[in-house]
């Protein structure tokens, strides 16, 4: 008995753990690149994508894992897909709600989480084979993972670009802000030689 | 045909076995939305009168902007892209007294549309100034069009052709364009120039201006 118990607590804390670093959808999957890459100039609206994914990855994995023995092998993609956009749309109007001035800098990255690739890569992998508990603790570990990783990149990117940090100033005053770190071009860079560096760590690892 | 009404049966069946989750999951979500969007949408709808309104009033400060809405005036243009669109117009009052108009106008940007608040007098002689409501142009170069420095420039121009110039000085009816981002500040005006144009026009023809020349 508590060697059971002891097994499934550990398939918890691997699932969980597996999407904070071993299985991170941006650095080792190289998944959900467009929202990695649109919406790192600043924190703030790295944070609020990183949040709205969460909870569409939560709602799907759970929507998704409750209803996995009734789907329909050719029907499961269109099913997913139901259940994503309606999640999106929710977090979309309640941006555009609570918080306009977020809404209004994300633009069309909120609804376009619909076709981010970690939130269908994990309703096909994980929601749609797994009980309820393994798929919520698996949305929110590759949710949290997503979300860190989107912050690590926009805090250098807005670093750079301003000097700021959450719109604080933290850069001393002789500090030239780069402003190409806050358009694509900055993306790009800071994205490639953070994949490096997480390749030259993880190397000869797996 | 007893045969055929057989196969139609089952061929429903089979429709309903296969699909039946499919058509009760949209029915949930549907609700689900339409629950979500009638809770939202006077908040959604109220933050967008909102923001129409504290950048009104930074054009035309201490005014009350009534919308023509209200009093049954529909104000319709033809856009940049050709088509007819709704636009809203705002009477700027104070008191009994018009301190003059605003209204949005959108348009092609370098990166995507440029929507814009317009404000002018109440003669449309003379615009009052101008400010972004929504833009996603390039960060350092096209966003300074949300700026103060370029949008001062416009303050008090007459509300005729603008003209965009590189270099000199913003003299009579001449914008200095933002250095490294041309193509924006010619969107801007662009924009400007069309929407005071077909607004006048469509508000001369609906009696509510002269129809004095500027």
């Known amino acids: ?206 | 045909m007893y045969r055929r009404e057989v196969k139609a049966v089952s061929k429903i069946k089979y429709f309903v076995q296969q699909s039946w989750l499919l058509i009760l999951s949209s029915f949930c979500f549907g609700l689900l939305l339409a629950i979500a969007n009638a809770a939202w949408s006077p908040r959604i709808e109220q933050n967008r009168i909102n923001k129409l309104n504290a950048l009104a009033d930074r054009l035309i400060p201490g005014a009350d902007f009534v919308p023509l809405e209200k009093s049954g005036v529909v104000i319709e243009v033809i856009s940049l892209k050709g088509d007819r669109k709704k636009i809203d117009v705002y009477k700027a009052m104070s008191g009994e007294q018009c301190l003059g108009w605003s209204f949005n106008a959108v348009g092609p940007g370098f990166q995507d549309k440029i929507e814009l608040i317009i404000a002018v007098d109440k003669d449309f002689k003379t615009i009052a100034g101008f400010d972004v409501l929504a833009s996603n142009e390039s960060p350092g170069t096209g966003a300074k069009i949300k700026e103060k420095d370029f949008q001062k420039q416009f303050k008090g121009k007459p509300a005729a052709k603008l003209e965009l110039i590189k270099s000199g000085q913003a003299k009579d009816n001449k914008i200095l364009a933002i250095s490294g981002a041309t193509i924006s500040s010619e969107f801007v005006v662009e924009i400007i120039n069309h929407y005071i144009k077909v607004v006048r026009q469509e508000m001369q023809k609906k009696g509510l201006l002269g129809n004095d020349k500027e």
């Open chain 1, 1 to 206: 008995m508590t060697k059971n118990s002891d097994t499934t607590a550990s398939i918890y804390k691997e699932t969980l753990l597996a999407g904070l670093w071993r299985e991170n959808p941006v650095f080792r999957l190289l998944l959900g690149m467009c929202p990695t890459l649109a919406v790192t100039a600043a924190v703030k609206p790295a944070l609020t994508m990183g949040l709205s994914v969460i909870f569409v990855l939560v709602c799907s994995n759970i929507v998704v894992s409750l209803m996995r023995n009734l789907l329909k092998p050719h029907l499961r993609i269109l099913m997913f897909t139901l259940t994503i956009s309606t999640f999106v749309t929710i977090a979309d109007l309640f941006l555009r709600a609570f918080q306009p001035v977020m809404s209004e800098t994300l633009g069309p990255y909120v609804p376009l989480i619909i076709v981010n690739c970690i939130i269908i890569c994990r309703a096909e992998a994980c929601a749609s084979k797994n009980n309820l508990v393994v798929s919520i603790i698996d949305a929110i570990g590759m949710g949290v993972g997503f979300t860190l990783t989107l912050c690590v990149l926009a805090g250098i990117r807005e670093l750079l670009s301003t000097g700021m940090i959450f719109e604080a100033k933290v850069m001393p005053d002789w500090f030239v802000p780069w402003a190409a770190m806050s358009m694509p071009v900055g993306a790009f860079i800071t994205l490639g030689l953070l994949l490096g560096l997480v390749n030259r760590l993880t190397k000869g690892k797996s």
